[in-house]
């Protein structure tokens, strides 16, 4: 069974367009988040969610805008997408005992972002 | 605030030769110590972690890593590698702030 899923696992899409990614985990998990990986490979936090509220959120243009209707779904919208916004985009979760820092964190697939 | 070194891009290897590669990182605060995989094409995947007590710490598939407060390090070391292991490997670092803070990755190339 998949912990954590992602869909779509690709997407190519036009500069200005909207899209969305949706992510599900079946861990039980409390805590998820959005990574963005670019083309160097470098990985960065976008956003983590607790129990559906906003924990994190670094410095991520307003275009993107993360959705999480219950405790397994966090789903990411980008809008007008951008040449820059092609990356690869993972969605991980973790369960929060003590702390979220001490957590190991599950990750998904990623999807792979293409803006022509 | 934490950042996190790893001073190889790249690491090529062969078949049943150990390796090793090196994480330093920086922090005001106490820290917990992470090393992910992140096979072709896939997410990232733990390895090993360290939290405290005993500085070596065992993982998956053979990788062992050893805390070094001293010299503010963390390496993963494996004795044998294997083709499998070709991989992209990740180290990270959090304390203080609910976030991963990642190296920028170390891609381990195994030949046969």
């Known amino acids: 069974d998949t912990a954590v899923s992602q869909t779509p696992k690709y997407l190519v899409t036009q500069m200005g367009n909207d899209k969305s990614i949706k992510c599900e985990q079946n861990?039980?998990?409390?805590?998820m988040y959005w990574y963005k990986q670019d083309s160097k490979k470098f990985l960065k936090i976008m956003f983590s969610y607790n129990n559906k509220e906003l924990i994190i959120n670094e410095t991520v243009p307003n275009r993107f805008s993360p959705k999480s209707p219950d405790k397994a779904h966090l789903n990411l919208h980008i809008n007008s997408l951008e040449l820059g916004d092609s990356a690869v985009y993972f969605c991980?979760?973790?369960?929060?005992?003590?702390?979220?820092?001490?957590?190991?964190?599950?990750f998904g697939p990623g999807t792979r972002l293409l803006v022509l | 605030a934490q950042s996190v070194t790893q001073l190889d891009s790249q690491v090529p290897v062969f078949e049943e030769a150990p390796v090793e590669l090196r994480c330093n990182y920086s922090?005001?605060?106490?820290?917990?110590l992470f090393w992910y995989v992140q096979y072709p094409n896939q997410g990232l995947q733990l390895l090993l972690k360290y939290l405290s007590g005993s500085t070596l710490v065992k993982g998956i598939n053979g990788f062992e890593a050893e805390f070094n407060k001293s010299q503010t390090s963390f390496h993963l070391r494996k004795p044998s590698v294997h083709i499998s292991d070709t991989a992209e490997y990740f180290c990270a670092v959090s304390g203080g702030t609910d976030k991963l803070i990642f190296g920028t990755g170390t891609r381990l190339q195994v030949f046969p």
């Open positions: 861990l039980g998990h409390d805590t």
């Open positions: 922090s005001s605060v106490s820290v917990y």
């Open positions: 991980a979760s973790s369960q929060v005992k003590d702390t979220a820092y001490q957590e190991t964190q599950y």
